[in-house]
């Protein structure tokens, strides 16, 4: 028998639909069956790749006898915190705030009016780590609910107050300082690991954001900046983090080796390294960061492609009910796979009759300087072999901001790596964005095919918006087509319309037609992917250049004050938003290129801009006598017939030039 998950589309909640629990889905019917029931609600948080979700379904939420607890006395609510991060968001919030810490499984449990009052992360079938078994944790909880009423109303109300009093944070009234970049590089230093690269100890997440921040403050002469990001970039393409044989990042490594990776692996966290590792090759010139960078990329439209054109969401770190077991090889299974050039393999992926994983093997890059033909036959067999095992379930559904984010990347790297494939792939998920997850004029959260079968559920959020913004900028100056600016103009105005705190600033997640919660959140720090409001910050400057609409700046000016006192204090948090400061102090310049898209002399000027980073510029390229589509076009025209390029910076230009050398020189 089956739940009533089994009419859902998440892989996640499918997973649970033959559970003995009752579980609902998130829905107006379980809350009101709560109230009916007079029943408080057991709220279940997680997503398809989460290894410790699955740990506490074999555990408990497939046990008989856990189910009846649960049955007699919760309503039992699953969500997918993939397709509902605001529900997430809220709820994580109560659980730091009742325990000090978060993570998923999230367990919370509310009353029936979506109260939080009680919660935790995994909690074990029976005592062990410190912490009690769920079915201690069922009963006492009840227990308190019948006899403690209304102490534990009060307790959720309390709570709720606290979380809009988080929410309720004041604009800073003075000006956004540029000496607050070099501060914050001075204080993320200090949890700097100089020896492994990254931020803190174990575990280690690999943090783009902050890096990303970093090479743009070394691509200005800041050896620091650039010193740390370089040594972060090469330790954790080294590791096991990297997958040395098909390309992509796990999660977070749970050492501070990189060496042992939380085997799952995130479109998101991808989309992301794929443009850091990018940008860095551009700026340093290493090449293991773009041999990174192309792997990466050619895992994503390997692996993670729907048919349609969008990307999934992640692949789960486990198979056949072990944690990374897909991953690990033996040196027997190495020797059979490559006989005698099993050596070299090892010599180059650290293979060894020990292992570095209890008893097996993590490939890992330990030999710089091998053949590369060798190296790429080698890779071929293994990965041959690997194909054959049982691969770990891949999480299919379409996000919308989870695509715009690897589009946006792919777009990028596409134009620094002169790879037009990537270019068209990120346009070909934008493209199934915007006219199959848009629905009357509305961007939606999700879409999963099953079968005959395609869906499109839940209202985007907040950052749903955010990153189809940036990634319609980003096509626009990978492509120069016009459409992708009349896109970026409906995404920001839609976003500023559903999602603006017209009072303090920033941005609320959730839209104004959106389901009401006992809270409404608002996204200021960044995660595991960048904050909604640090992504407006940023990509509404960019948009005020390109267009000359200096609202959309005044828009992101007002959000960066609403988190600049936090910022001080914990910077490493707001890795984006910092960047946003700096384009604000960092002179961005603007680069119009008058002349035929397809000619040799304006793919010269192209091709100079494209030469060196630029993290604070705009890119406009146009024919002649196309004016009256940017106000950046006007008076702009070719110079002795050849192509054009004009320079600007905060209103003040240099002279047109035609000549890449004389271009680059203007850019210096």
Not at 243 to 262: C, E, K, N, T
Not at 411 to 438: K, N, W, Y
Not at 652 to 662: D, I, L, M, S
Request: net charge negative.
């Amino acid at each position: 028998m089956t739940n009533k998950l089994a009419y859902e589309t998440s892989p996640y909640l499918l997973q649970h639909k033959d559970n003995p629990v009752d579980w609902y889905p998130w829905s107006s019917e379980a809350f009101a069956v709560a109230r009916a029931a007079d029943k408080p609600v057991l709220l279940s948080i997680g997503y398809a790749a989460c290894h410790w979700c699955h740990v506490m379904e074999r555990e408990s939420f497939e046990d008989d006898d856990t189910a009846r607890i649960m049955n007699e006395s919760y309503v039992s609510i699953k969500v997918d915190r993939e397709e509902r991060p605001d529900i997430d968001s809220l709820y994580m919030d109560a659980v730091q705030v009742l325990t000090g810490q978060g993570g998923w499984p999230m367990t919370m449990f509310l009353t029936p009016e979506g109260l939080p009052f009680y919660g935790g992360t995994y909690f074990p079938p029976s005592d062990r780590m410190g912490l009690p078994s769920f079915r201690k944790v069922l009963t006492a909880v009840i227990e308190a609910w019948r006899e403690r009423r209304s102490e534990i109303e009060k307790q959720g109300r309390t709570l709720v107050d606290h979380l809009d009093v988080a929410r309720r944070v004041q604009p800073s009234s003075g000006d956004i300082a540029r000496d607050i970049l070099d501060r914050s590089v001075g204080s993320i230093s200090k949890s700097f690991d100089a020896e492994y690269g990254g931020f803190g100890d174990a575990p280690k997440f690999p943090q783009p954001m902050v890096v990303d921040f970093l090479l743009r403050l070394a691509a200005r002469g800041r050896d620091d900046a650039g010193g740390m990001a370089t040594r972060t970039l090469d330790g954790m393409s080294a590791g096991g983090l990297f997958d040395q044989l098909g390309g992509g990042f796990a999660r977070y490594s749970v050492d501070r080796f990189w060496l042992v990776p939380h085997f799952e692996k995130m479109l998101y966290d991808n989309s992301q390294l794929l443009r850091t590792y990018a940008r860095s090759w551009m700026l340093t010139g290493s090449q293991r960061h773009r041999e990174v960078a192309e792997a990466t990329a050619a895992w994503m439209l390997r692996e993670m492609r729907d048919p349609r054109g969008g990307f999934w969401s992640s692949l789960d770190a486990d198979s056949e009910g072990e944690e990374g077991r897909f991953y690990l090889w033996s040196m027997d299974e190495v020797r059979s796979a490559l006989g005698k050039e099993a050596s070299f393999a090892s010599e180059q992926w650290g293979f060894s009759e020990e292992g570095n994983f209890e008893g097996r093997n993590i490939p890992v890059r330990v030999g710089a300087n091998g053949d590369a033909g060798r190296l790429a036959e080698a890779r071929a067999k293994l990965l041959a072999v690997r194909d054959r095992r049982v691969r770990p379930a891949t999480d299919s559904k379409v996000l919308a901001g989870w695509n715009a984010l690897a589009a946006a990347a792919l777009a990028e790297t596409g134009t620094i790596l002169a790879r037009p494939e990537l270019v068209a792939a990120g346009r070909q998920a934008m493209e199934f964005v915007f006219s199959t997850m848009c629905v009357n004029d509305r961007l939606m959260r999700s879409y999963r095919a099953t079968g005959e079968r395609e869906a499109v559920k839940h209202l985007a959020v907040c950052e749903d918006y955010a990153f189809v913004l940036e990634a319609c900028i980003a096509l626009y100056e990978a492509t120069h087509d016009m459409v992708w600016l009349q896109r970026a103009r409906w995404t920001a105005d839609n976003a500023i319309r559903l999602f603006s705190d017209d009072e303090r600033g920033g941005f609320f997640s959730t839209g104004s037609d959106a389901e009401s919660l006992v809270a409404r959140p608002k996204d200021l720090f960044d995660n595991a992917i960048p904050s909604a409001n640090s992504v407006m910050a940023l990509v509404l400057q960019k948009l005020a250049s390109l267009i000359s609409q200096r609202h959309y700046e005044d828009r992101a000016v007002a959000t960066m004050k609403l988190v600049v006192d936090t910022l001080e204090r914990a910077p490493s948090g707001f890795g984006t938003m910092l960047e946003a400061i700096d384009w604000l102090h960092g002179d961005p310049v603007e680069i119009v290129i008058i002349g035929d898209p397809a000619g040799k002399d304006t793919h010269d000027l192209v091709h100079a801009v494209r030469s060196r980073y630029l993290p604070n510029k705009v890119l406009i390229v146009a024919p002649e006598n196309h004016a009256g589509e940017l106000p950046l076009l006007e008076s702009r025209s070719l110079v002795d017939g050849r192509a054009t390029a004009y320079v600007c910076r905060r209103g003040t230009c240099r002279a047109p030039v035609t000549a890449g050398n004389e271009l680059l020189v203007q850019l210096q």
